[in-house]
């Protein structure tokens, strides 16, 4: 079974929040017969979209397939929330590459924050950047550790924009008594994730890209010129970017081995009233492991994420996100579910992104771990770079080691599953 067709319908934009706040673009036509381009990109998500605009703008040809429409998988799907650095702390990071090279990841990192917000202002999106994250510890344990990193990222990388939280101050941003500190990342964002896929897409095709929506990528054939076949025609390119992140299934399996699919969800409520949930427009994600996060909507509803799954189908989203959600909000049991949706992103065992070199002219970037919306732009705009001959940060991103997962593809969901179900136990126990 293919995750890319196994909860959705075949063309169509889940029924979220998010599709029916935006307005979409105009169908694009499926590839039919052969098409030549400098550049194929395969995936029209922030990722492919990126890597298209930044190419057009250097004057490259560029051919877009896509196998539903744009910003159809995690892109239009997500919590919205755009953060600096790398997913996983920078000390963990120095002790995986030593400090010189955890500097250039951070650095990059900061660079995905900002260039989601100037692209957003340069090309006139209708999605705007709102400033403020927090992090919020369910133990009152973890927050010395919460604070002692915003002092690390402030003393060894200069980052300044994180407020630390004590009780006191989390309850009067957010009113959930469950959390017992943390900080707040005013130099973090939030945004509507569909809106910024679209805009993306409105802006590369203003810049000459072609896209095709329905196009979905059957085969890879490698040479000096490379063809990517859909059912009804294909692409012969210089160049190839594999951008499929959770929905790439089996077509490139040096990347299977190393990046896995999962599920998570989010519920939409009916409109709040005004402090209900906060009292501040930042977003919030947590410390549990399968983490809970969430944020305002532009008309007071309620967008909640929690709950992740393994294999091709989908739960009962609503009875998998509303139990987390209750857990932090109590006093919403008795509240409307309007929107429930699922959808899949990529994760690698480190939490780092993947990038990798499949053939001299084909590279691969996904793996984002949650962390995609700004990392999933700039890993456009860096294989844009590289393919022009600028690979310094691809480089950088590539020569961290990834270890593939455990059981290959057949074993490695069960094994997830498993283990995550052991972190969720300690969740539950408040170990």
């Known amino acids: 079974m293919n995750l890319l067709f ?18 979409p673009l105009a169908r694009c036509l499926a590839l039919d017969g052969a098409v030549r381009a400098d550049i194929c990109i395969i995936g029209a998500g922030y990722t492919g979209l990126s890597a298209a605009l930044h190419l057009a703008e250097r004057g490259y040809s560029v051919a877009v397939l896509e196998a539903h ?9 997500n919590g919205g929330q755009v953060g ?18 955890a500097r250039k990841l951070w650095d990059i990192g900061l660079e995905a924050r900002d260039l989601v917000r100037d692209l957003i202002d340069r090309h006139q999106m209708d999605c705007p950047f709102k400033p403020g994250v927090i992090h919020a510890d369910w133990n009152a344990r973890d927050v010395p550790h919460a604070h002692a990193y915003a002092e690390k990222l402030a003393r060894d990388y200069d980052y300044t924009d994180i407020t630390p939280l004590d009780r006191d101050a989390m309850q009067a941003i957010v009113n959930a008594p469950v959390y017992q500190g943390g900080v707040l990342d005013n130099g973090a964002g939030h945004l509507h994730p569909l809106r910024f896929a679209l805009g993306l ?3 590369a095709q203003a810049a000459g890209v072609q896209i095709f929506e329905d196009s ?16 009804t025609g294909h692409v012969e390119a210089d160049h190839v970017i594999v951008a499929a992140n959770g929905y790439l299934g089996g077509l490139v399996p040096e990347v299977a081995a190393k990046v896995m699919p999962i ?15 906060l009292h501040r427009d930042v977003a919030v994600a947590d410390s549990k492991f ?16 929690g709950g992740e799954s393994y294999g091709y189908r989908f739960p009962d989203i609503i009875k998998t996100v509303r139990k987390p959600m209750l857990e932090v909000f109590p006093h919403l049991k008795d509240t409307r579910i309007d929107y429930s949706w699922g959808g899949t992103l990529a994760i690698t065992m480190t939490r780092l992104p993947c990038f990798l070199r499949l053939a001299p002219n084909v590279v691969s970037v996904s ?7 700004a990392l999933a732009t700039m890993a456009g705009k860096i294989s844009a770079a590289a393919i022009a001959g600028q690979s310094e940060q691809f480089d950088t991103m590539a020569r961290v080691h990834l270890p593939g997962f455990p059981g290959g593809r057949a074993l490695r969901s069960p094994l997830l599953a498993l283990a995550m179900t052991w972190f969720s136990l300690r969740d539950r126990l408040g170990l």
């Open 6 to 23: 196994a909860n959705d319908r075949a063309g169509e934009y889940p029924q979220s929040y998010y599709a029916a706040t935006a307005t």
């Open 69 to 77: 429409r744009v910003g159809f998988g995690a892109s239009g799907r």
């Open 84 to 101: 600096p650095g790398q997913r996983i702390e920078q000390d963990s990071i120095e002790r995986m590459v030593g400090c010189s090279e």
């Open 201 to 203: 897409a409105r802006a």
């Open 216 to 231: 979905l990528v059957l085969d890879i054939q490698h040479g000096a010129k490379v063809q990517v076949k859909t059912r």
């Open 263 to 277: 599920n998570n969800f989010i519920i939409a409520t009916e409109p709040l009233a005004p402090g209900t949930v």
């Open 290 to 305: 399968v983490i809970n996060y969430f944020r305002l909507s532009e008309d007071g509803r309620l967008l909640f994420g």
């Open 367 to 373: 793996g984002y771990s949650g962390h995609g919306v």
